[in-house]
C-alpha cells in the first residue's frame, strides 16, 4: 500500500505540546481520524511514522520485527541534537533499549523486585513515608504551600532512593538533573554534561555498593550479576539511571495532575470521599486521561510491515503516541471526559507488551494511598491560584506541573 500522510500538517512538528492542560492537542485527533498511522515531521528533525490509533498502537508494541535499540540510526529521539543522539547510540542500552533474549533476561534480573508480595510488604512504609509529608505540609507556618515540593515528587523519590539504595540526601541533585533532561528547551550541550554528572554519581554509587553491599536493589542486583557471570559496571549504571528517572518522575507528576483532576471534578471528588474502595478504579481513569508519558514507546522498523493497509518500511522510525491512543474515542467513549467510574485498566499509559513498564504496580500503589490520604486527612484542600496560573510542563518529556500551589 501507498504511504499515508498529513499534508495540511506538514509544516507541524510532533509531538505537540499540551495548550490546554485537559487535552490532547487536537491534532492528534486529526491525525487519528483520517490514519491512525501518518506520516509527520519530528521535533529536532526528521520524517517518522505516528501512530495515533489504539488499536494499531497495541499491534506495534506486540510486534518484535518493530526494535526499542536506541542505537539505531533511525530511532526517532526528539529534541537531543546531534551529539546527543550519536551519544546515546554508543552508550550501552537500558533495559527499554534491549530486544528480544537481551532485554528479557534484564526483565526477569529485575521483576522480582516488583512482585506483589515484594509491593505488599512495602505498602505500611509508603504510607508512613505519605502521612510524614502531609504532617509537614499541616505544620507549614504560611499558604500556599507547593505540593509538588511538599508532598507530589518526595513521596516516590523517597520511596524509590530506598527501594534502590539511592542516599535520599541527594535528593535534590538528582532531581535538578533529570527535570532539566526532560525538557524539550534544555541545550544539548546541558543535556550531556547533566546526562554525565547523573552517570557519574550513579557509577560512584554502585562501586560504593560493590564494596559494601547493603540491603537494597542495587546491591541485589550487584550479587546475583557477580555469581551468574554477567557483571558490567556500566550496564549498571544504565540500569540505575533509567530505574532512578523513572521510579520518582512520572509518579510525581501524576500525583500533581491526578490532584488538579479531582479538584477540578467535585462531584467525582466527593463520589471517592465517601467510597474510598473506588481510588483504585480513578486511578485508571486519572492514567488514561493524562497518560504523561509520551514518547517512550517509539520504535524502528527492523523489516518491511504492512499495518492497517500502511507499509512501514525496514528502518522506518515510529512513535506510538501513548496518549492519543488513550483518547481513542472507538475504544474509550468520551474520551475527553474524565469519568472516573470508567474503570479501563486496558489504556496504555504503562505502555503495552514486552516493554511495559516494570514498575507500574508499584506506581499505583503510591497514588491510591496518596489520593486517599491526602483528601481524608486535608478535606478542604483547593488550589490557591486560578487554574490558568498553574505552570504546566508543556515543555518536557514527561507532562505534569512543575509548582502546585494548594491551601486549606
Not at 59 to 77: A, E, G, K, W
Not at 188 to 210: S, T
Not at 311 to 318: E, N, P, S, V, W
Request: proline residues 6%; negative net charge; hydrophobic residues 40%.
Amino acid at each position: 500500500m501507498t504511504d499515508t500522510t498529513a499534508p495540511d500538517l506538514a509544516d507541524t512538528e510532533f509531538p505537540i505540546g499540551r495548550t490546554c492542560p485537559f487535552a490532547a492537542p487536537a491534532e492528534y485527533g486529526q491525525l487519528r481520524d483520517r490514519a491512525p498511522i501518518s506520516k509527520v515531521n519530528l521535533v529536532g528533525g526528521g520524517e517518522v511514522w505516528w501512530v495515533s490509533g489504539y488499536e494499531e498502537a497495541r499491534t506495534i508494541l506486540v510486534d518484535r520485527r518493530f526494535s526499542s535499540d536506541r542505537r539505531h540510526d533511525n530511532f526517532p529521539m526528539p529534541n537531543g541534537g546531534p551529539t546527543f543522539r550519536a551519544r546515546a547510540r554508543r552508550q550501552p542500552p537500558s533495559m527499554i533499549g534491549l530486544d528480544g533474549a537481551a532485554h528479557s533476561a534484564e526483565r526477569r534480573a529485575l521483576i522480582g523486585e516488583f512482585t506483589v508480595r515484594r509491593l505488599t510488604a512495602l505498602q505500611p512504609r509508603i504510607q508512613a513515608i505519605v502521612d510524614e509529608f502531609i504532617d509537614g505540609m499541616l505544620a507549614a507556618d504560611q499558604r500556599p504551600v507547593d505540593l509538588v515540593k511538599a508532598l507530589s515528587l518526595p513521596v516516590p523519590s523517597l520511596v524509590i532512593c530506598e527501594m534502590l539504595g539511592v542516599p535520599y540526601a541527594d535528593h535534590e541533585f538528582f532531581q535538578d538533573r533529570t527535570t532539566a533532561l526532560l525538557r524539550r528547551t534544555t541545550a544539548p550541550q546541558d543535556r550531556e554534561r547533566y546526562m554525565d554528572e547523573l552517570r557519574g554519581y550513579l557509577a560512584d554509587l554502585i562501586r560504593r555498593k560493590v564494596a559494601e553491599p547493603t540491603d537494597d536493589l542495587f546491591s541485589r542486583q550487584i550479587t546475583r550479576r557477580r555469581d551468574d557471570g554477567t557483571f558490567d559496571e556500566v550496564s549498571l549504571v544504565s540500569m540505575a539511571f533509567l530505574l532512578l528517572l523513572a521510579g520518582h518522575e512520572t509518579t510525581a507528576n501524576m500525583i500533581s495532575l491526578s490532584v488538579i483532576g479531582l479538584l477540578e471534578k467535585p462531584d467525582q471528588l466527593a463520589s471517592l470521599r465517601a467510597d474510598p474502595t473506588r481510588i483504585p478504579l480513578a486511578v485508571e481513569e486519572l492514567l488514561r486521561y493524562f497518560t504523561v508519558v509520551e514518547t517512550a514507546t517509539s520504535r524502528v522498523a527492523t523489516e518491511d510491515v504492512e499495518i492497517s493497509g500502511v507499509t512501514i518500511r525496514a528502518h522506518d522510525g515510529i512513535v506510538v503516541s501513548g496518549l492519543s491512543a488513550d483518547w481513542d474515542p472507538d475504544v474509550f467513549e468520551n474520551p475527553e471526559e474524565l469519568d472516573i467510574e470508567r474503570g479501563a485498566r486496558h489504556h496504555i499509559a504503562f505502555g503495552y507488551g514486552p516493554h511495559q513498564c516494570l514498575g507500574q504496580n508499584l506506581a499505583r500503589l503510591e497514588l491510591e494511598i496518596v489520593l486517599e490520604t491526602l483528601f481524608r486527612r486535608i478535606p478542604t484542600l483547593r488550589l490557591a491560584v486560578p487554574m490558568d496560573d498553574v505552570v504546566f510542563r508543556t515543555d518536557a518529556g514527561i507532562y505534569g506541573v512543575y509548582e502546585l500551589p494548594v491551601t486549606w
